[in-house]
Structure formats: structure tokens, C-alpha cells
């Protein structure tokens, strides 16, 4: 193994703080769902990155999980965007406006 | 390898079957099939599995307190006791929706995504395995993004959805990532071996363990409201169909508490942190803004919305001194039971005052008590416990928090500013839940009685019974939450 | 009487001739004989004879063909080789390019019509290479509101989806491009960019007919592939190996269509949704929406498409081979070489034969290929077989059949292929 | 240290994952999105784990990217196009990004992974399955049951009731 573990840990850090800079600063709810996965994918990373150097089986299963969780994840999501589009013809979460207080 | 017979498995194997058999039945027959139907099928899963939990725990088929174990569940009393309060909570909803999702389409799908919630939310307090437990709170959290938005009619049950989704698919995100990081330190998903490998970590090393328990608590705090997570809750809850408001207030919410307490208290106390004092400021933030934004509110469904996050504070404070006092877990648990039953109570009345009056706007509720005096009652009982007025079982489960905290004031010299904050905060609660029973009894012109809703009765009338019966008799459920509460002080020396 | 050129002059004809000469003679020199000698350098050469042979002495291998065949045999073995021409994509495409011209053919025989037939004499025979140089030649129309990159980038990487797919299948054994322990994952893996592509290349050309045949065709891949990987998972349960040539050699003695019979079939008609073949055409459904997905491609963007379509067609026939027929295995059908030819020589009548360096083959693997090709080719008939026969279906009776017909028989099919494991008759102390 | 695929998948997998935020077309942002998650693939292969980098690209590119295109293409062309952000917002976000980047990237560098090498044999898939037929088993049953109930969820809210279809 010519890497380390800590690149792989950098890189999923840095995937993390973008997710999280998109779920701050994006209002479309496409975006921000491209904003979760990519934090998933960040720990996904993480978790077969420590399971490799450790080894052990078990991160990599967890990612397995995790994977097919964030699919499931995904479908009831883009399921909401797409009724909330028929509803208002838009995308923009700022834009929905009808519980106030 | 944990045994087909033991309560989880059972729950799963009951409460699976059902919901997976519901939406194939809708396919299967012509005619569809009525909402009763399904509602009666679910009821008949939903108390099947409550027996067997309780015909489990009275017949010490189940290991005592709170234990870890060698597999991802364990059969013990802990989850026993969350097990009662949620599938109570996931009963209310059956019931309240069996009219309120009359004519709203889809039931079986429905009633299927509540069975499936309701499994996740138990197997997260059997859990003793961190995949285990992630997913089972996915499998928690899933079906009610569905659930939330299940009025496609309905803009704001949409909005609601969208909200709660987002702030759901991240606070999961946060939770695998601190996972990744236990993971990574300790070489195992077990939680027992996390907390072991915690204890003996490299100095260098403790930072990183803390990270893990800080994103473990941002992404448990997403669903238990705590404060700076909380913006989601009152949207969401006050889109949502009042039946889901229900199990998310009462069942959701609870179960993030159970996950909190098996991994956070125990992760801490091995890493003998104190991060006490930082959940007990959390508490106090929690409660007071819940409590002060409710005021504010002019929707009945948005006041419990914002009561509920007060109440996460309330819960808050006996798990934040539990290295303090031994009482503390206990009357965590006690409340969390109390509040379940108290708070899915509210949120079905608010669903049988939309049945009735097609909104649940405060200025609509005027002279409720003539109009629907059973729902109102109810209502009014429940609001009465959550104040925390004597004799209901909402005063002993606070008492007995702020007792624990005035308990461990000569350890912590700051829990006993815990328990004031929470006396103040009841009695700040306590203004606006007299100005909604002054809304139902005191304002508007004698009207005529208009027909309540039966299963909305039905609930009110178990949930009167079983307030003031607990109120009367606290002593049985205080026992068994002194049993399933864990024992910190054992677990602190692995 | 008209004139193909007015101005013809013989002169400036030789001369233009002359220059083309010229500058092809200078490009190549310039340009193509370091890029041969790079890739070259980079292809392991042979010793012979205690020599290495090098690049630079060309010239010698071409008077010298004792030293061209351990050429020829060790530019076989090269990774080069084998993703360019044979099991790759050499061998795919000129499959693939027999079989559009076998289908016309083979369709206008069912349907009592000549087929193509003037160009080439026999049959014609040349009419593809006449297709090709049309395709070839013909002006390349991008809809002036498509989205540009992705509408040029689409068809390539289709070709290139398709080309990966074939990397995967093994011909013979050892003669595959790609050998991972994971292959059928792959290969699902693979799959899965069928879809994204197909809708991208419909979105991109901003036009109504592509983006319906789009939207169809994604519709049905994406339903099917459930289907198509379920369908696999019998087989994998018995042989409990995911590597394509394990499963082959699992089946030395007996395919495993016998056993999964269902399982086989139902992965025949998920194969034909997903590569969109009568009778599940429509995203192509011409007489419905011009030409689906591909309307607004033209040139050698529409040859690129149907040229990686007909790969896949390959890939999938040479999918089934592998997995279900038994792939390469099959009784020899040629003596093998005799010893003495290999090593001394054979006297035949008045003629000496010495054949230094032969085989460059083995008898093995060119029966395994002539039985992995005769296989394919069946498959590939039946594939072909339902475009003269059957109508088209509708698209929500292609749902439903997916959904819950075909999953339905797929479970069937596990439930047969555990029932074999636990009955003793495969796996640990059964017949394998 | 690191290799030369080690550093260009980084450069793929971040710069992809802000392409897929910031670029105006959603539709590049999807395919942005896909490269990130190829690259995140790619690192598993070198991580020695081909089972999820393959299964990562079979259900990420296969079903979850195919979700995202489809919801994209139904959404109006100019809403495709259409950026709307607060620009202090976005700085706001940025001075997010970067104090968690450089306080949990300080904490990581702070820490002993930082000499954390292994020279022994990765896990093989196998092992995988045994994991999940062995200790996971209940988790397994419960991921059957999210992706039923996910799938029945998603169906109910996506299809149209004004449809004529039952």
C-alpha cells in the first residue's frame, strides 16, 4: 500500500465540509440532496478507508449498508421533489411557503 | 447469534409480515379494500406485539436493566420498557387514523409505512450494535418522510415533508460519519467494544473519539429536537397529518432518546468526559426556547410542536446528570413513557378537531368544551400533564427529574440550576396550555355539539384512564423504569 | 451528355494523385512510424534464438518468417491485443457487423423479400460496407438547441459502455480482457450505464420524439434489470463463484440450462427489453415516434449508436453463452496438431512441412472458440428471430410483465436452485 | 506518501463534488455528482475492496444517478438553468466549509492516524457475506424492510391520482 490512511481521511473531510457548504448555501432541493449523498460517500470513505487499514470486514459491510440505505434514501426524496414540483412548478425550497410561525 | 424467540425478533417477524402483507393485499383484491380495514388488521398486529412484549417481561423471559451483549440485539428490559411507550404511541396513531384517513386513499400503504416505522423505532432501543442500530433508525425515519408527506393535496403536508426530509437524510449522513470515526478508532461496531476500545484509547486519539460522540449527538439531536437542531420540528410537525404528528412527537422522538442513551451517556462516561454540563446547557436552551416560541404560536399543532421540543429539555436533564445521580435515568424514562402517552393524546385530539372543523387554528377552537366536550376533555387532561399539575403522572415524572437534579446538586454544583430552569419553564408552559383550555371553555357563544369522531374517543378515554390512573398510582411504572434504566456507575469501570 | 468533372485535365489528375502520395508518405513518416515504434516499446518483445527482437529490425522479420511467427505469439499475449482484436473489441464489432447484415438478410427471407442484394455480387455481400461509407461520408446535423457536449460525447460513450461490457465476457479460456473475481458484479455494473447514457442522449438533443424514446427506454432498462440480475442469481448460487469463467468451467459436463430452465428464459426476455429489440421496441418505435432516442443523430453518430448496439447485442447473446450454455465447453471438433509436425517436421508426399514455432494456438482453445461462436450465433438468431415474427407490445404491458411476472418467475427460478444445494444434488458432496 | 492515482482521483472526486454544487446546469451537476461517486469507486479499488467499489458504481450510476436525471428531466428547461443564491449566504457557507475543514482536519492531523500503514492482506468478500449472514443477520432482515417500505412510499407519492388507471 504506497497511501496512507490519513490522505484517504483528508479527502472524505473535505467532501464533508462541501456537502456541508452545500446544504447551507443551496436552495434547490436537488442540490442539497446532491449535498447528503456526497456526505454519505464521505463516510462511505471513511468507513471502508479504517476497514482496510485495520482490517476488519466490518467497515466495508457497513458501507454496503450504507450504500443501499442512502438508494432507498434517494427514491422517497426525489419522490417528494417531484410532488412538490407538480404542486408549486418549482424546485427552490425558499419558495415554498406555507407553514409560517 | 441472538435466538428467533427472542421479543425483537418477534416484534419483527409480527410486525414485518403485516407490513409487508398490507400493500400486496391492496394490489391483490378488486374492490381495494376499506381503511377500516387495514386500521383493524394493524390494531390486531400492533396489541399482539404489546402482549408479547409484556408477556415477555412478566414472565422474566428478559435480562434485567440496560446489558450489553456479544450480538447487534439484546433482549433486555431497557428495550422492553421503549418498546411499551412506542408501540402505545404507534397504537394511538392506528387508532386516531382510523378516521382520519377516511377517504384520504392509499391506507394500506399507510398503515404498512406505520407497522414499518414502528419496528425501527423498537429494534433502535434493543439495538447494542452501532450498524444495527443505524439501521434500524433509518428504517425509523424512512417511512415517515413518506407518512409526513402523505397529503399530496396538501401543500404544506409536502413542505413539511421536503423540510423534514432534508434535515432527516443529513442528521442519518452525520450519524454514519460519526460511526465511521467510532468505527475507525476502535476497529468494531459493537457497541459494548466501542465503549471498551473508547476507554483504553491513545491520548492522541481522544479528540478524534470526541468528534464522534459530538456528530452522534448533532445527528441523534436532528430527531430529538434538541436546540440547535430543532428548526425542522414545528414545519414539520404542523404540516404533517396530526395522526403522523403523533408518532413523530411521541415515537420518533422517543426513540432518539433510547439511541442517545445507549450510545452517548455510555460513550462519555467512558471517555470519563464530562460532557454533562454542555447536554445539561443544552437542556436548559432547549426547553426555554421550546417554551417561549409556543407562546407565540397561533395553531394548535405548532404549540405541541414547539411543547415537544420543551419537553426534549425536560427529558434532557436527568440524562445529563445520570453519572450524578442515580435517579436520573429512571425519571428520564419515566417521562419519556409519561410524555409518549401525553403527547400522542394532544396531537389525536388535534386530529379529531380537524376531522370536526377542517383546521386546527387557535381562533377556530373557540367554546371547543361544548362543542366536543370528550375531545376537549382530553385535551385539556393531557395539556394539564404536560403542565405537570398534580395528581397526573406528568407531575411525578417532573418531580422526579428535578429531583435527581437537586439529587446530584453536591456532586454538580450546577444540576440544581437545571431543576429551577425546569420549574420556571413549567410554569411558563403552563400560561399558554390555560390560554388554549380558556380558548375551549371560556370564549365563544354556546354552539351546537357536533359528532366527534370514535377513534379519536377511544384514545382520548384510554389516554384520561391511563394519565390520572398513573397519576393516582405512580408507584408500578416507576419500578419498571428503575429497572430498565442502566446502571452508569458499573459501566464507567470497564 | 454530363460530366462528372468539366475541367479534366490528365495532368493536374497525376498531379493531385502525386501529392496525395506525397503527403501521405510525409504524415506517415512524421507521424505514424514513432507511433509505432512507441507503442513498440512498449509491447514486450521475444528472444529468439538468444536475440532480442527489436523494433529496429523491421525489415529482417519480413525476409525472415521463422523469426515472425514468436512475433505473432508474443504480440498475442499482450493486453494490447486482447482489448483491441480478439476477445475485445475487434472481435465484438466484427460480429456485430455480420449480424446487422444477417438480420436484414434473415428478415427478408421470413418475410419472402430479396434483402440487400446488388451490392457485392453474391447476395450482397458488401452492402454493410457500403452502409458504413454512406454513414461515413454523410454530414453530421446537431439540432442547433441541443446541448452540444453531451450530444456529441453520447454516442462514444455508448460504443464505450458497450466495448467494456465485451471486455468482460471470456471466449476461451484465459482469453478474456478483463478476469475479476467479480465479474458478474461488473457486468451489472456495466449495465447500469446503459440507462444514464441513453437519457442523457435523449435530453441533450432538446427534441420531443428523442426525449419521449428516452424516457421510454429508460422505463424499461431500469424495470428490467431486476429481472436480468435476479435471474442470474440461480447460477451463482450453485456454482457459488461471481467469476465468468469459474461459472463456465462449473459447467463441463452439462450447461446449466438444464436445471434453470426458467431462470435461463426469463434472462432471455429481459436481454431483448434491454437491448430494445422487437417485440419490446419501444424507445425505437418507428411507426410511433420516428426513431425514439435516436431520431436526432445522424452520419456516423446514428453508425456509432446502432454499430454500439449491436455490440451489446453480443455481449448479452455472449452473456448468456457464458452463463447458461456452458460458454466454450464442448467435445473437440479437431484432432489435435500431431507431435511430430510441432517438433521435427512431417514429410506429406513430395513436400516437407516444418513449422517452427506452431501452434500459435492450441487445438483447445480454437474448438472452445468455434463452439463459443456457433453457441453465440444460436443465441443470436433467437435473439433476431422475434423482429420477423412478433408485434410490438404496449408499454405498460411491458411494466407489468417486468414487475411482476417476470420477478415472480425469477424467485421461482431461486427457489429451484436452493432446492437443488439443499437436496445434495450440487455443492458440497453433490455432483460438482 | 501518496501515488499518482491516488492524486488524480482526489482531483476527480473533489473537484467534481464542487462542480456538482456550483455548476449552473443541473444537468451537469448530476453528471458531476456521478463523477464524484466514480471517484469515490475508484479509491475503493485502491483501498483493495472491488466488492463495494462495484457495487458502489452498480447502485450509485445504475440506480441512483438514473433517479436524479429522470426527477431533473421532468423539471422545466428554465428551472434546469435557474441559480438563485444569497450571496452572503454564500460566503457565509464557504466560512463554514473551511472552519470544519480546517478544525476537523486539525484534530485528524493532530491525532496518531497519522502513521497508520498496513501491510497486511485486505479483507476478502467473502468475508463480506459471512458477515452479513452471520453477526449483521437481523440488520439484513430490517434492510429488506426499508427497501420494501421505501419503494411502496415512493411509489404512493410519485404516482398521479388524476390518472384514469387503477
Not at chain 2, 428467533?4 to 383484491?29: D, E, F
Amino acid at each position: 500500500m504506497g497511501n496512507e490512511l490519513i490522505d484517504f481521511v483528508i479527502v472524505s473531510v473535505a467532501l464533508l465540509a462541501i456537502g456541508i457548504y452545500g446544504l447551507s448555501v443551496k436552495r434547490n432541493a436537488i442540490r442539497m440532496l446532491f449535498a447528503i449523498e456526497i456526505i454519505i460517500n464521505a463516510a462511505n470513505l471513511n468507513l471502508v478507508a479504517f476497514g482496510r487499514f485495520i482490517p476488519h470486514s466490518g467497515g466495508q459491510t457497513l458501507a454496503l449498508f450504507s450504500i443501499a440505505i442512502a438508494a432507498a434514501e434517494v427514491a422517497v426524496g426525489l419522490s417528494l421533489i417531484i410532488v412538490a414540483y407538480r404542486m408549486y412548478k418549482n424546485i427552490d425550497i425558499a419558495d415554498f411557503r406555507s407553514l409560517k410561525g | 447469534m441472538i435466538e428467533l424467540t427472542s421479543t425483537p425478533m418477534i416484534l419483527v417477524a409480527i410486525l414485518g409480515t403485516i407490513g409487508l402483507i398490507l400493500p400486496l393485499i391492496y394490489i391483490a383484491k378488486n374492490e381495494r379494500g376499506s381503511n377500516a380495514f387495514y386500521a383493524t388488521i394493524t390494531f390486531g398486529a400492533l396489541i399482539a406485539s404489546i402482549g408479547v412484549v409484556i408477556f415477555k417481561i412478566l414472565t422474566d423471559n428478559v435480562l434485567p436493566s440496560a446489558l450489553f451483549s456479544k450480538d447487534v440485539l439484546v433482549d433486555d428490559t431497557f428495550g422492553g420498557f421503549f418498546a411499551i411507550a412506542l408501540l402505545i404511541v404507534a397504537i394511538f396513531t392506528t387508532v386516531g387514523s382510523y378516521n382520519y384517513m377516511k377517504n384520504k386513499g392509499n391506507p394500506a400503504v399507510y398503515y404498512s409505512l406505520i407497522l414499518l416505522s414502528t419496528i425501527g423505532m423498537v429494534l433502535i432501543a434493543y439495538s447494542t450494535d452501532l450498524v444495527m442500530l443505524f439501521v434500524a433508525w433509518e428504517l425509523m425515519s424512512i417511512p415517515t418522510y413518506v407518512l409526513v408527506g402523505y397529503i399530496k393535496k396538501d401543500p404544506s403536508s409536502n413542505e413539511a415533508a421536503l423540510k423534514y426530509f432534508l434535515f432527516g437524510a443529513l442528521a442519518s449522513a452525520i450519524i454514519i460519519y460519526g460511526i465511521s470515526i467510532a468505527y475507525g478508532l476502535t476497529g468494531s461496531t459493537n457497541i459494548s467494544e466501542v465503549i471498551h476500545g473508547f476507554a483504553v484509547l491513545d491520548a492522541n486519539m481522544v479528540p478524534l473519539a470526541l468528534l464522534s460522540i459530538g456528530l452522534f449527538i448533532a445527528g441523534f439531536g436532528f430527531k430529538m429536537g434538541l436546540v440547535p437542531f430543532h428548526m425542522w420540528l414545528p414545519d414539520a410537525y404542523e404540516g404533517a397529518p396530526p395522526t403522523i404528528a403523533a408518532l413523530l412527537a411521541a415515537g420518533t422522538k422517543k426513540a432518539g432518546f433510547a439511541a442517545t442513551i445507549r450510545v452517548i451517556v455510555l460513550g462519555t462516561v467512558a471517555l470519563n468526559m464530562d460532557w454533562t454540563f454542555a447536554l445539561g446547557i443544552i437542556a436548559v436552551m432547549t426547553m426555554t426556547i421550546g417554551n417561549i416560541a409556543a407562546i407565540m404560536q397561533k395553531n394548535l399543532a405548532r404549540i405541541f410542536a414547539y411543547s415537544s421540543i420543551g419537553h426534549a429539555g425536560y427529558i434532557l436533564i436527568g440524562i445529563s446528570i445520570a453519572p450524578f445521580s442515580d435517579i436520573g435515568i429512571q425519571a428520564s424514562l419515566f417521562h419519556i413513557l409519561n410524555h409518549a402517552v401525553m403527547k400522542g393524546a394532544a396531537f389525536i385530539a388535534v386530529a379529531g378537531i380537524i376531522i370536526a372543523l377542517g383546521t386546527s387554528s387557535l381562533d377556530k377552537i373557540k367554546g371547543l368544551g361544548r362543542r366536543m366536550p370528550i375531545t376537549a376533555l382530553g385535551l385539556v387532561i393531557s395539556l394539564l400533564a404536560l403542565a405537570g399539575v398534580p395528581p397526573l403522572n406528568g407531575f411525578w415524572s417532573k418531580l422526579m427529574l428535578f429531583g435527581a437534579a437537586l439529587d446530584a446538586g453536591p456532586v454538580a454544583p450546577w444540576a440544581p440550576w437545571l431543576a429551577i430552569a425546569g420549574v420556571l419553564n413549567s410554569a411558563l408552559s403552563l400560561a399558554y396550555y390555560a390560554w388554549i383550555i380558556r380558548k375551549m371553555y371560556f370564549e365563544g357563544e354556546t354552539e351546537k355539539r357536533i359528532s366527534e369522531p370514535k377513534s379519536v374517543i377511544a384514545v382520548m378515554i384510554f389516554s384520561i384512564i391511563f394519565i390520572v390512573g398513573i397519576g393516582i398510582f405512580p408507584d408500578p411504572i416507576i419500578q419498571f423504569a428503575g429497572t430498565a434504566a442502566p446502571t452508569i456507575s458499573l459501566s464507567a469501570s470497564p | 451528355m454530363s460530366v462528372i468533372a468539366p475541367k479534366f485535365r490528365f495532368s493536374e489528375f497525376l498531379k493531385s494523385l502525386t501529392d496525395n502520395i506525397f503527403w501521405i508518405i510525409v504524415i506517415l513518416t512524421l507521424i505514424g512510424l514513432p507511433i509505432i515504434m512507441i507503442a513498440l516499446f512498449f509491447i514486450p518483445m521475444p528472444v529468439y534464438e538468444g536475440e532480442l527482437i527489436n523494433p529496429f529490425l523491421a525489415f529482417t522479420w519480413m525476409f525472415h518468417p521463422e523469426l515472425a511467427l514468436p512475433l505473432v505469439k508474443a504480440l498475442l499475449v499482450t493486453d494490447m491485443f486482447r482489448i483491441i482484436v480478439f476477445p475485445g473489441f475487434g472481435f465484438a464489432a466484427l460480429l456485430a457487423a455480420s449480424v446487422i447484415f444477417i438480420e436484414r438478410k434473415m428478415l427478408a427471407k421470413l418475410q419472402l423479400r430479396v434483402g440487400p442484394f446488388y451490392c457485392g455480387k453474391v447476395e450482397g455481400i458488401l452492402q454493410l460496407m457500403g452502409d458504413g461509407l454512406k454513414l461515413m461520408t454523410k454530414e453530421i446535423i446537431i439540432p442547433a438547441k441541443a446541448d452540444k457536449p453531451i450530444f456529441i460525447l453520447s454516442p462514444l460513450l455508448f460504443l464505450g459502455a458497450a466495448a467494456a461490457f465485451v471486455a468482460l465476457i471470456p471466449v476461451a479460456p484465459g482469453w478474456v480482457v478483463a478476469d475479476i473475481d467479480l465479474g458478474l458484479i461488473a457486468v451489472f455494473a456495466v449495465i447500469g450505464f446503459f440507462p444514464i447514457i441513453t437519457v442523457l442522449a435523449a435530453w441533450s438533443a432538446n427534441s420531443k420524439y428523442p426525449f419521449i424514446g428516452g424516457i421510454r427506454a429508460l422505463f424499461q432498462m431500469v424495470s428490467f434489470e431486476i429481472p436480468l440480475i435476479l435471474s442470474l442469481l440461480g447460477v451463482v448460487i450453485l456454482t457459488g463463484t461471481l467469476n465468468l469463467s469459474e461459472i463456465v468451467q462449473s459447467q463441463a459436463s452439462f450447461p446449466w440450462i438444464l436445471f434453470l430452465p426458467i431462470g435461463a428464459i426469463v434472462f432471455f426476455i429481459a436481454m431483448l427489453a434491454e437491448l430494445e429489440r422487437i417485440p419490446f421496441d419501444l424507445p425505437e418505435a418507428e411507426s410511433e415516434i420516428v426513431a425514439g432516442w435516436l431520431t436526432e443523430f445522424s452520419g456516423m453518430m446514428y453508425g456509432l449508436v446502432q454499430l454500439g448496439s449491436y455490440v451489446k447485442l453480443y455481449a448479452f447473446a455472449a452473456l448468456f453463452v457464458v452463463v447458461f450454455l456452458g460458454g466454450w465447453t464442448g467435445p473437440m471438433i479437431f484432432p489435435p496438431l500431431e507431435e511430430e509436425l510441432i517438433l521435427e517436421g512431417k514429410t506429406i508426399g513430395p513436400i516437407t512441412i516444418q513449422t517452427p514455432g506452431l501452434p500459435i494456438f492450441s487445438m483447445e482453445f480454437f474448438s472452445g472458440v468455434i463452439w463459443f461462436i456457433l453457441k453465440t450465433a444460436v443465441v443470436i438468431f433467437f435473439i433476431l428471430l422475434p423482429r420477423g415474427v412478433f408485434p410490438r407490445v404496449r408499454i405498460d404491458l411491458l411494466l407489468d410483465l417486468g414487475w411482476f411476472k417476470l420477478i415472480g418467475l425469477t424467485f421461482v427460478n431461486i427457489f429451484i436452485a436452493l432446492a437443488l444445494l439443499y437436496a445434495g444434488v450440487f455443492g458440497p458432496g453433490g455432483m460438482l | 506518501m501518496v501515488d499518482a492515482a491516488f492524486l488524480a482521483l482526489s482531483v476527480i472526486t473533489i473537484g467534481s463534488a464542487i462542480a456538482a454544487l456550483e455548476l449552473r446546469s443541473l444537468i451537469y451537476g448530476s453528471i458531476a455528482l456521478m463523477g464524484t461517486l466514480g471517484g469515490v469507486a475508484g479509491f475503493f479499488l485502491l483501498l483493495d475492496s472491488p466488492f463495494v467499489a462495484l457495487f458502489q458504481i452498480a447502485v450509485y450510476v445504475g440506480s441512483i444517478a438514473v433517479l436524479i436525471l429522470f426527477t431533473v428531466m421532468l423539471v422545466k428547461r428554465e428551472l434546469i438553468f435557474k441559480k438563485i443564491e444569497d450571496p452572503k449566504r454564500k460566503w457565509a457557507g464557504i466560512g463554514l466549509m473551511l472552519i470544519f475543514m480546517v478544525a476537523i482536519g486539525a484534530i485528524i492531523l493532530d491525532s496518531g492516524l497519522k502513521s497508520v500503514t498496513t501491510d497486511e492482506p485486505p479483507v476478502d468478500f467473502r468475508e463480506i457475506g459471512d458477515d452479513f449472514l452471520t453477526y449483521y443477520w437481523p440488520a439484513l432482515i430490517l434492510m429488506a424492510l426499508i427497501l420494501a417500505g421505501s419503494v411502496t412510499g415512493a411509489l404512493v407519492l410519485a404516482r398521479r391520482e388524476d390518472e384514469i388507471s387503477g
